[in-house]
């Protein structure tokens, strides 16, 4: 009896071994779930999030743009800034974004802090200023009481406003994805047709860029390896940040976790779907052209890779007083 247990023991722990040494030498690894965050600041920075009054018209908030029901962003091409201003370039999913190397398409944001005030004060976006957005909050009470219990502090400002809301979008995280549950271990978390998607994408060389625990995101690359990319819209990428030619039309790799919910695909949108955008990446990066089938499979291995999407209460805001300067939404 004994015996018995302890071989039983002996055999679970071998194949916790396997799976563990199996899950090591893959290129990708599961999102872990979020850890050592300010919950104080998350509650904050979530209000701050859904709050469209941080914009001129009073009608944009982050979530117009990067809509928490729809994978962390607009699924358009690109997104509707400021008074039905088109903008220039697509808007990235902001789930998993905390794992960036930095933010935005060209890397010119070191990371979500500095990034988050940009929309605010960015005209074809929410089309404020920092100094506004900041007379709003300070004109609704339940603002000025929420600051003080987080910061310790009577006053509000930008930099509180975007470091609430860096919190907040740590939490985006997107865990227990089924390709995750196969690296943990779970070998029916994945069909046949699936596996043979993922070993396209590795033995291709897909993985060369798109690897890690976001599957991309750590790594500025060329758009256009082994053959030029049409682009239609002017965005250079990464030199109009270093000023170097030898970056142009680098972009940072992007996520391809949760990515059958966040298309259309690339810096101009103009994939509309996965097959397309899993054509052209053979094509461009890699000077391969898959067949029908081999396309199929890589897209049904990408679909596996949407995870938990964040679930929270919807936040309610606190009203507007008398002294909150009106929005603007036309003038
Ligand atoms: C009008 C639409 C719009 C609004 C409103 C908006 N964004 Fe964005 N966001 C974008 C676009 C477009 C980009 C890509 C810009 C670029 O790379 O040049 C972007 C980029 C980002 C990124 C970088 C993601 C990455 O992978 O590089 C984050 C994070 C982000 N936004 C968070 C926010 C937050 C927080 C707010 C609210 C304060 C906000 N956004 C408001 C459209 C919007
Ligand atoms: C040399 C690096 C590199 C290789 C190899 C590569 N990619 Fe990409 N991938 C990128 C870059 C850079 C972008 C963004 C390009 C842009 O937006 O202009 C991208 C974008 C994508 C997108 C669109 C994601 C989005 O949210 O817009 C998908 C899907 C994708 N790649 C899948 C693949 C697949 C599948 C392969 C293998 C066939 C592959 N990639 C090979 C660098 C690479």
Known sequence: MFFKLKTITLLLIGTAAVATAARAAEPIQPIKPV???????????????????????????????????MGGTDNLKTSIGDHWQQGP?????????????????????????????????????????HQLAVSVLASIPEYVVEFKQVFGDDSIDIDKVTVAIAEFEKTLVTPNSRFDRWLLGDKDALTPNELAGYDLFKNSGCIACHNGEAVGGNSFQKMGVMEPYQAKSPAEGLSAVTGKDADRFKFKVPTLRNVAMTYPYFHDGEAETLTEAVDIMGRLQLGKQFSEQENAQIVAFLKTLTGDQPSFLLPILPPSTDRTPPPKPFG
């Open 35 to 69: 850890q050592s965050i300010n919950l104080a600041q998350v509650e904050l920075g979530k209000k701050l999030y859904f709050d469209p009054r941080l914009s001129k018209s009073g009608f944009i908030s982050c979530n117009s743009c990067h809509n928490l029901s």
């Open 89 to 129: 370039i697509n808007a990235p999913t902001v789930l998993n974004s905390s794992l960036n190397v930095a933010q935005f398409w060209d890397g010119r944001a070191a990371d979500l802090k500095a990034q988050a005030g940009g929309p605010i004060a960015n005209p074809g976006e929410m089309g404020f200023t």
